[in-house]
């Protein structure tokens, strides 16, 4: 199982943020980070825990082996507002986190 | 590129059935599985299971072991999604995505969802 927080956050253009990521149960390193905008299907953002997917910025970055992961996205800017999933794929069943939606 | 691509919305009474596709192209389709993932609508997501779109081995979620099949036919590079038994908490948006060739695999790509409703 998999717990996000927090479940929402406010923030501003140019802000740094960080949503951290708890597993119930150790998870190594297997775990992913995706960005959701409304009407849209999910991007992948991270994989490996810290490990960016190919055309990400560098502004997105991930840490954390385990049980506790953060997803840290500095100088936020407006297309950046959207709702943050993370995924641990290295027990049955895969599972998402309940999810962080970042707004302005 | 790289695109998976799905099938159009669908609306469906109770107890019906659904098949989803997932059209892969821009990659070698037997070298990745094929993860699918659906979400209600302004809930969060959901994994459904995996299948190796090389031996065609599935891995389902327990809560639609029972009512769901993932079929792949690498002749047209698509994966297929179908459930059964359809309940109207079964509306939600279906997502295929390409995973690794092993269950226990990130997924990169996605496709771009479909809407399957559920109603009388």
């Known amino acids: 199982q998999m717990t996000q927080s927090p479940s929402s956050l406010s923030a501003s253009v140019g802000d740094r943020i960080t949503i951290t990521c708890r597993a119930s149960?150790?998870?190594?390193?297997?775990l992913a980070w995706f960005q959701q905008k409304p009407g849209k299907a999910p991007k992948s953002l991270i994989f490996?825990?810290?490990s960016l997917q190919s055309g990400v910025p560098s502004k997105f970055s991930g840490s954390g082996s385990g049980t506790d992961f953060n997803l840290t996205i500095t100088s936020l800017q407006p297309e950046d507002f959207a709702t943050y999933y993370c995924?641990?794929?290295?027990?049955?069943?895969?599972?998402f986190g309940g999810g962080t939606k970042v707004q302005i | 590129q790289i695109q998976l691509v799905q099938s159009g919305a669908d609306v469906k009474k109770p107890g019906a059935s659904v098949k989803v596709s997932c059209k892969a192209s821009?990659?070698?389709?037997?070298?990745?599985?094929i993860t699918w993932v659906r979400q209600a609508p302004g809930q969060g997501l959901e994994w459904m299971g995996w299948?190796?779109?090389?031996?065609?081995?599935?891995n389902y979620a327990q809560s639609l072991r029972d009512r769901v099949t993932m079929t792949t036919d690498t002749s047209t590079t698509t994966a297929y999604m179908e459930l059964r038994s359809l309940r109207s908490d079964d509306t939600a948006f279906y997502y295929c995505?390409?995973?690794?060739?092993?269950?226990?695999?990130?997924?990169?790509?996605w496709g771009q969802g479909t809407l399957v409703t559920v109603s009388s």
């Open positions: 299948i190796s779109t090389y031996t065609g081995n599935t």
């Open positions: 995924q641990q794929y290295n027990s049955y069943p895969l599972s």
């Open positions: 821009g990659y070698t389709f037997t070298s990745f599985g």
């Open positions: 995505a390409r995973s690794g060739s092993q269950l226990w695999s990130p997924v990169d790509y």
């Open positions: 149960q150790g998870i190594s390193s297997s």
């Open positions: 490996a825990a810290s």
